[in-house]
């Protein structure tokens, strides 16, 4: 537990009887002054055994289905052969953030290979990591506690720290986190910010006996737990202002051991100062780069910050009146905001006003301040000018720490002040109505249908949610419904390429319907680089060679990806021109038309000299033809490619050899 240095808890003395009942913020450790809580020697296990309980109403949800990209990155992390090559491509190349996060894409595939693949497995490995971060809140909180105000006893910084690590764990808005699979992600990049908190709060407490060989190894110990949080979600570099924000609230007192000497000085600056100069130097640097995302998005880097206020406000008020009604895994309904809205100007204004009120104001309400600065520093990524989705609920999971910090520090002091015993009771109230909520929503959770519903009705104007209720209407035979959900789609996004192309997708399942074929041509030539082109495309195409779409003529669909063709011709984007050119290949297929899918891959491989995804393709159509000598040209073909241009595919190549191999042989016998 955290102590500051000078500061010692006080024992009773023990000639002196204790009251049947005191105030838990006297300074006495004896353990009749907790009658009714937890025993003195057996708090600590005690506690650990009641943060597991508070899993338990997760449970309900942990049969629930995959959901919305879990299936898009938990299969590009299986890594299905098992080969060495496979393994580390899975691992370092999923398409998620700007590094990739190998480490969560290990996890992924761990549970893959070695614990299972069904939702539930994936979904109890979450929850199981979610109780061990709830384990390193109560101590955190314990710590910050004791920071904020030093003349708070041991024990009572140690149960005010559980009961704050209660809320957190146990809130509803927690459900998005924990039973969303791919959001291990957050899940686990929280575990390191908080293991490297809880790390730094102790050191701090040591004195260095040997300064630069103790700054060395506590700069490395601290710096490789962040790069490891890092490599899980890149929300960990906010490691630094995360400390800072605990810094500013803490007591003068507790300041000075942050920087009570030389060696504590020095690693305080690289755990703090220097990584913030360096970051808001690559951002100053990297700008351009950093917001080249704006061009697919169908919303401004303005909009973007104006709306931003907006949402964080929304989030607070589902934190601190925590209905359920209000959350969501589809909140897509985020209404923009624009620089010409005088509120706009004024909550981006009031923002910036409380983080520095936090600050100037923290002697009068520490646990206030700290709640504050914790909550904008959670978001400092996600919420602010990155080209990322406007809103999500899982950019919460730790953010709502800062909050309920607050909330249960006040709570927790009001209520055990009293000499009432039914009153001190009372803290179990907040606790009881977030397990509500929590188990009624993991239960919404459990069935995909189930699901769905209370997202649209909770949700009506969210174009996500009304467009994953399509394929359950389509499924259960309303046409009529599953039509008048893709024009409120539409209307709901005018400017995006995706709502367009749900036509299509209607189309393969209702003879006749009309395809905006023409609106769609005209919307990528005016927004080639918008994200969601290609993926439909690519979903689109699948389509006819997984043999779904049976309404819809492969030829009208091949003359629409020839006219795609011809825009990114004349743009000049080789990558688009190859994926499209495969696209016309899978319609050959579909047709059995092999060798025109043969000349169309020989023709998408001319065409991106430095391209891969067309020659993999080609090397297994020949292989599957049994022309193994054309196949063993391709192969080679793309291994001097893979060579020059994507060394970490070189898996696909030593593959695609192992087969060519065994059909030789087989073809030997």
Known sequence: ???????????????????????????????????????????????????????????????????????????????????????????????????????????????????????FDYKLVNLILHWLNACLVWRLAAGVIGLLYPKRECRYREFCGLFIAALWEIHPIQVSSVLYIVQRM??????????????????????????????????????????????SKENAVLFPCFLLAIYFAASESAQSSFVRDAPSKVLFALMTWIPIVLGLAIVIVGFQWLTAGYASREYTLYDRIFTEPFVLLRYLYTMLIPNIGNMGLYIDDMPLHHADEPFAWFLLLATFSVALGAIVWRRYAPALAFSILWFLSAHLLESTFLPLEIAFEHRNYLALFGPMFAFGYYFFGLMTASRINSLRLACTIPIAILAAGTTVRAHQWSDVRFFLEHEVANHPLSARAQNAAVELDIESGDIEKATSRVKTVQLLKPGVFWPLSLDFNLACDIPEHKVQWDKMLLHIEQKPSEASIMGMLQYDARMYLNSTCANVDPEIFDDFLMKVLNIYRVKNQPTKIEELLVLRSYIAKSKHQLQNAREILHAAAQANPDGVIALSDLAYLELNSDNLDDASAVIEQLADRVRRSSPSRQFEVDELRRYLSEAKTAQVR
């Open 1 to 119: 537990m955290l102590q500051l240095p000078g500061r010692a808890a006080l024992p009773a003395p023990s000639n002196t009887r204790q009251p049947a009942v005191a105030k838990l913020n006297s300074h006495s450790d004896s353990p009749g002054l907790y009658r009714g809580f937890f025993l003195h020697k057996s708090s600590k296990w005690l506690g650990l055994f009641l943060l597991a309980l508070g899993v338990l109403p997760f449970a309900s949800g942990l049969h629930g289905p995959f959901l919305l990209d879990d299936i898009s990155n938990l299969d590009g992390a299986r890594a299905a052969t098992g080969s060495v090559g496979e393994l580390v491509y899975a691992i370092i190349h999923n398409d998620t953030g700007l590094l990739r996060r190998p480490l969560a894409n290990l996890s992924f595939l761990i549970n893959y290979h070695w614990i299972g693949h069904d939702p």
């Open 186 to 231: 957050a899940e686990m990049s929280a575990f390191f910010i908080l293991w490297a908190l809880v790390v730094f709060l102790r050191l701090i407490q040591k004195p260095a006996t040997k300064p630069f060989r103790d700054i060395a190894l506590r700069t490395i110990g601290l710096g490789t737990i962040v790069i490891l949080g890092v490599l």
